[in-house]
């Protein structure tokens, strides 16, 4: 692979903007186990959830989110909390959507509050979630291989089932299709081992129809994705890599040298996509014009 492509930890630091790179390294660390990072363009803010409690994905009230300003300055440590280990964030308008253990928490952003928790049920882990234009959200269930719908009168439905849906983490709304990044086949809940690293899939938000981005070959137990112009941005969460990907299937490397590289969101206006190290509660803040262009 060409060395261009490839950003080490110490490289992000010298080649991302000094203020926005350490805002997040902040005394008495706010994050604990962040699982995603969400951009919200309403009220120009970065959310970011923690599981609270380390690694942990009890049902114990401990989990919160973080809000920060655009620029990465620390607003609130603990923006709301009473959650049990919250992951994915999504929103429409000036509502938040949160998945968590229980359901999807429901939050008004201008009073800083839980409105409800709507329940899904039968769901086993709930992980991230996505808004589509027309307000409808799509949540994936990780351990279930499943993913639900909520209407717009927020109705939980099946929309997708399957083991062809190979453990579906990250989810994005592009256009017509929702874009699911995939764990891979998992062979063991308990540790998340896999037979094989997962994969990008769309499927047709009219049809339902699935299929593979590119060829479909295994790449990375991804956890989150967003999409930046022709081509996907994604975390391998257990390798620490942030790999890129065209809409043909092909794979480049632009970030190695972390563990535990979870759900990442994107602010389109400034260009920079923020992540969550889950293994050691930081929140990496890195800007495109960083990385080659080749």
Do not use: C
């Not at 439905?157 to 083991?163: H, I, K, P, S, T």
């Amino acid at each position: 692979m060409n060395r261009k492509r490839t950003f080490s930890f110490v490289t992000l630091l010298s080649a991302l903007l000094s203020p926005v790179a350490n805002s997040a390294e902040t005394k008495g660390n706010p994050l604990d186990a962040p699982e995603a990072a969400f951009w919200h363009t309403e009220s120009r803010t970065w959310f970011v959830s923690n599981l609270g409690g380390g690694i942990s994905l009890a049902r114990d009230g401990f989990g919160w989110l973080t809000r920060y300003d655009e620029n990465g300055k620390l607003l609130n440590a603990r923006w709301v909390e009473g959650m049990d280990a919250p992951t994915g964030i999504a929103a429409v308008g000036n509502l938040l959507y949160v998945a968590d253990r229980a359901g999807v928490h429901e939050i008004d952003v201008k009073r800083a509050k839980i409105l409800r928790t709507i329940e899904i049920p039968n769901s086993k882990f709930l992980n991230d979630i996505a808004a589509a234009p027309n307000g409808e959200l799509f949540i994936s269930d990780f351990e279930a291989n499943r993913i639900y719908r909520l209407n717009r009168e927020r109705k939980a439905e099946v929309w997708l089932d399957g083991v062809e849906l190979q453990n579906p983490n990250g989810l994005i709304v592009e256009g017509n299709n929702l874009i699911i990044a995939t764990w891979g086949p998992m062979t063991d809940p308990s540790t998340f081992a896999v037979k094989h690293p997962g994969t990008l899939l769309k499927a047709e938000l009219a049809t339902r129809k699935l299929s593979p981005i590119g060829k479909g070959h295994p790449i990375a137990s991804f956890d989150g994705v967003v999409a930046i112009g022709n081509h996907y941005f994604a975390t391998d969460w257990p390798s620490g890599r942030l790999l890129r990907i065209s809409k043909k299937g092909i794979v480049r490397e632009v970030l190695t040298g972390f563990y535990q590289l979870a759900d990442l969101g994107y602010n389109p206006e400034r260009e920079v996509i923020a992540m969550p190290v889950m293994s050691d509660s930081r929140l990496i803040f890195l800007h495109l014009d960083a990385l080659s262009k080749e």
